[in-house]
């Protein structure tokens, strides 16, 4: 039986009340970790610059917006992004089997934090067909509780997201954890036979070097 106006109008202001409060809530949240994360990234860099005494090689921070910024050293450059839209996860997934998130819906709604790595020169030289990796994701919810998929020593880093409450040692893990990984990688040229032909578009985008790949990259989705 179809709904009249009065129901409809209900169901939205019910939907409403609980959907919108509680992403506008958990983007705030986000927002606010973020935040804290910049200061963190360019703490740790400080410190890791100041203790190189090689001066060819350059550690840098740099704040791109409001909703990224980049850590750039030893030719690879890090992007950390948040994402503007709250969302949750397939019901399928792992989390919606923690008693945490099942005994309150409002919980399996996250913001999220992206890290992915590039190659510096990639960007500088606009070479447009070199590959960027998706390094990690923190995931955070109305409560500040913090859930973290990523690759290597990234993947499954506090997996019960009922005891993961944000720290300060928490988020220089998230950062270093994400420098080294990027440096444990190495770049690996493409095949002969790939780079035998080129077209003119192709030395216009990206250079006579053609798209230079990491070796190893395997992100593991929980």
Sequence with gaps: MEHNHEERINQIVKLLSFKASTKQAVYRNT???????KKVAASIVKEIDN???????E?????????????????????????????TF??????????????D?????????????FLADSLKYKRLHDPGYLLARMFLNIDNHFYIEGVRQLNFLHPDIAQNKL????LCQFIES????????DSEMPNFEQERVISVGQKLSRGMLGGIQKVGFKMSAS
């Excluded at 203790?51 to 090689?57: N, Q, S």
């Design 178 to 185: 994400s420098m080294i990984v990027s440096m444990e990688i």
């Design 167 to 170: 720290k300060h040692e928490i």
């Design 31 to 37: 927002l606010a970790l973020f935040k804290r994360l």
């Design 90 to 103: 397939p019901k399928e997934h792992i989390l919606h089997k923690s008693p945490y998130i099942q005994e």
């Design 51 to 57: 203790r190189i005494e090689d001066e060819d090689v």
């Design 105 to 117: 819906s409002r919980r399996e709604f996250f913001g999220s934090i992206v890290v992915y790595n």
């Design 59 to 87: 550690v840098s921070y740099i704040n791109v917006s409001e909703f990224e910024f980049q850590i750039k050293f030893s030719g690879d450059l890090l992007v950390f992004s948040m994402h503007s839209n709250v969302m």
